[in-house]
């Protein structure tokens, strides 16, 4: 009877192992979500295999049985909806992304940002197809082409190394722009160019991670529209629970000074993925324009970013430098350049500033306040603040950055142990 009882056991065993192991190869299909602009539900078909769903609104995961998501109790805003399946055991990647405007009444469908690559022999940038898109932005160094196929063709440039980027469009919205990549033409080419190629990579997978984008609402009442400025920064800090990980971001006061008149108040940042997350002010010091923010993370959304490594000392004067921001909020862009000089602060909308700032010749643009300036060995050396263009064309003249000296201060007076 014993012996009975064991191979009844084992027979069990074998058979919740293959069950378990068929159940694995059969991964769960993502969900394709609609919107009813009308009922103001977000719909879907139900999958196979699938025991509840969660679906991510904005920064907010919400878990729910049925195959539906209603939403006419939000208040006015933009939302974006996502969706997953999920069951005991796993869970499927996430839907196509819906953008919602309450105010507008408007859909848009998030495209895809894609993936580009280079080939050397052919001299030709390739992508897959992105859903949606009728046509894609190459763009090649300071230079952006239109192309409606999905390649692009270097034949006709010069030998040389060129940075290159391509983000996809509709006649609704466009794509974030794809992570930089390097395309090599031609063989003449000198080998103290190296290094250069080096940087830029080395920028795109590593710097990239630390430079973050931020919304600032503020509105006068609860009820009222909020207004929106936005701005670049950098994560210098993180620090880690067994519950969450808690990020301290730097920028520029006048990025996220609060304005009088407004009483409520919401920062998000957003790492280099677009992955948002709120934040709170901590320390702001208008007399050196720093601030420093809050980031705290229960869900491992920004588990791919890194920590800036601070320089210990001031860059001095035509080292080369790199700067990385959201000019115009275009995401995740560097520049490279070099130090002019250290000059006296000039006059800007939020005052003066009474020590000298880094001159340099990396463009930046609105949008670019707050972000890192590093050195060539990817080290934090400035906090770019202010920017000088033409009066008549509005073409960039030159970039001013806070040293890293002062930040340094900045955070010493403020107690805060890097």
Known sequence: MKKKIILLITALLIIFSLFS??????????PKISLNTETEVVN?????????????VNDTIYEIASNNFTFSAFSEGDYAFCVRACSLSKKSEYSNILIYSKTSKQVIEQLNVPSPTYNKETKKITWDSVSGANGYFVKINSHTFTVYNTEYSLESFESGFYAYSVCAFNNETQSDYSFLGVAEVGSDIKETQTDYVKLINDVATTAMKFNVYIEFSYRSSYFSNASVSTGSGVIIKKMHSETENTYLVVTNNHVVAQKEGY????????????NPLSATLLFADSSKDLALLQVVDTSDLWKNVNVAKISSQDIESKDEIVSLSQPLSQKNTFTIGEVIEYTQAPSTDSGTLEFQVIKHSAYINKGSSGSALINTNLELVGINYAGSTYVQTGEFI????IPVSQLLIFLQENEVVL
């Open 21 to 30: 192991g068929c159940n694995s190869l059969n991964p769960l299909t993502a």
């Open 44 to 56: 879907w078909a139900e999958i196979d295999g699938a025991s509840f769903y969660e679906i991510k």
């Open 263 to 274: 009483k409520y108040f919401e920062y998000k940042i957003y790492d280099c993925y677009s």
């Open 398 to 401: 030159n970039a001013y950055a």
